[in-house]
């Protein structure tokens, strides 16, 4: 039996959900490039094109609007009683705190895990800097509240754009490190509550969700476009990788991150920021370059999105709950499509310990 330790180059499920095609670097989340969707149609219609007749719940827009809404307004009162000990943790953490709450039998779980990240995150952050959670309202679509139960103001048309934008083109990636997690659970019988909370766990590395954050943390440690290319370069001596750059899959280009950079463009007001990070972007893709020349390493999803959401004014340790937020949908589209799969995942380890001495 061949070893592939990291399952590149493994198929490991049929899915119909999102096709990532590294080679002409392309995603296609069910049917429609991502570029057709990304600022063209809401979340709530990604949702029901994503869930239809895969997941238990309304899949037509207006419904699973008015429904989503709903289920904001139900997980507020769920995650209440656990906010207090929630909003001690790191933002994500406290979110793997509120989804174990849930029970698998919940009986509109996949409405209740989507609603109950966006207003456990909301509320965690307003929980822990002193002020009360905001109530959903659940007239508004599901970006525009998340970014108000956040920030505790209405946000502007622009910045909900902006949101959506970026909510929707993070919602599904194929089988990806968290959603192929969500997919064993989900393989094992264990419950759509189970197999979110796992993901969720599995997101949390900086190798995949966790990337944003620091890579805030490197622009500012680079702190002027002149120190760019030294500090990039000791970084690499050191072994370091760069957040936000490098891919399993694309080799040409990660398609998330142009619509991202678009949507935070289109935002206005960050413009010096902006060229700045596009200064950064391009010291890292010459240093890596030149430091890795056997790998095709480009910018990915996460370098813009820290941009998207600093300029929504996150805070940075709360970027991988904003990911969330939108994963959840493919998480949960991906354990149902692997529930409905009725197969068992359990691949095999090759033994290289002592063997036992023969009697
Ligand atoms: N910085 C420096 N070196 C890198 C980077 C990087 N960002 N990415 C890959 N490399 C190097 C590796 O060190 C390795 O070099 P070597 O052959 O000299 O040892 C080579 O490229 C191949 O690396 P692999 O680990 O085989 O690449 P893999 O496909 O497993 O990695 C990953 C993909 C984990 C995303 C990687 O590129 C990485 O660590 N990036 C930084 C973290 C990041 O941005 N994560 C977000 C990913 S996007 C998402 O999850 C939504």
């Known amino acids: ?82 906010l207090p000990h929630a909003a001690r943790l790191a933002p994500i953490e406290a979110l793997r705190l509120l989804l174990a709450a849930v029970p698998d039998d919940h009986k509109a779980a996949p409405l209740h ?25 659940p007239r508004l679509g599901h970006a525009a509240d998340l970014l108000r139960m956040i920030r505790g103001a209405n946000p502007s048309d622009a910045e909900v754009a902006a949101l959506e934008t970026y909510l929707i083109t993070a919602t599904d990636h194929g089988l990806n490190a968290s959603t192929f997690t969500a997919r064993v659970v989900a393989s094992t019988r264990a419950g759509l509550a189970s197999a979110v909370t796992a993901a969720l766990c599995a997101l949390k590395g900086p190798l995949h969700g966790g990337a944003p954050g620091p890579v805030i943390d490197m622009l500012d440690a680079i702190g002027s476009p002149e120190n760019a290319e030294a500090w990039l370069d000791a970084a690499l001596q050191r072994g370091d990788r760069l957040m936000g750059f490098g891919h399993r899959v694309y080799r040409v280009t990660d398609p998330r991150s142009d619509v991202v950079k678009r949507a935070v463009m289109a935002l206005g007001g960050a413009a010096g920021r902006i060229r700045f990070a596009e200064h950064i972007e391009q010291a890292a893709l010459a240093v890596l370059a030149r430091r890795k020349p056997a790998r095709s390493l480009q910018t990915n999803l996460e370098f813009y999105t820290a941009l998207l959401l600093e300029a929504l004014e996150i805070p940075r340790d709360a970027f991988t709950g904003v990911f969330a937020a939108a994963r959840v949908v493919g998480w949960i589209a991906h354990a149902q499509e692997q529930m409905a799969a009725q197969r068992l995942i359990r691949p095999q380890s090759r033994y290289v310990g002592p063997l036992p001495r023969a009697a």
């Not at 493994?10 to 999102?18: C, K, M, N, Q």
């Not at 990304?38 to 309304?58: F, K, N, Q």
Request: net charge negative; no cysteine.
């Open 113 to 137: 895990l989507v609603a109950a990240v966006a207003v456990g995150l909301a509320a965690v952050l307003r929980t822990r800097a002193g002020s009360p959670a905001i109530a959903p309202d």
């Open 1 to 82: 039996m061949s070893l592939s330790s990291g399952l590149e180059g493994i198929v490991a499920a049929e899915t119909i959900l999102s096709e990532v095609d590294g080679e002409a670097g392309r995603l296609v989340l069910r049917g429609h490039r991502l570029q057709d969707v990304a600022g063209h149609r809401s979340l709530e219609w990604l949702i029901g094109t994503l869930w239809t007749d895969l997941v238990p719940a309304p899949t037509d827009e207006p419904t699973l609007r008015a429904a989503l809404g709903e289920a904001r307004l139900a997980a507020f009162d769920s995650v209440a009683p656990l």
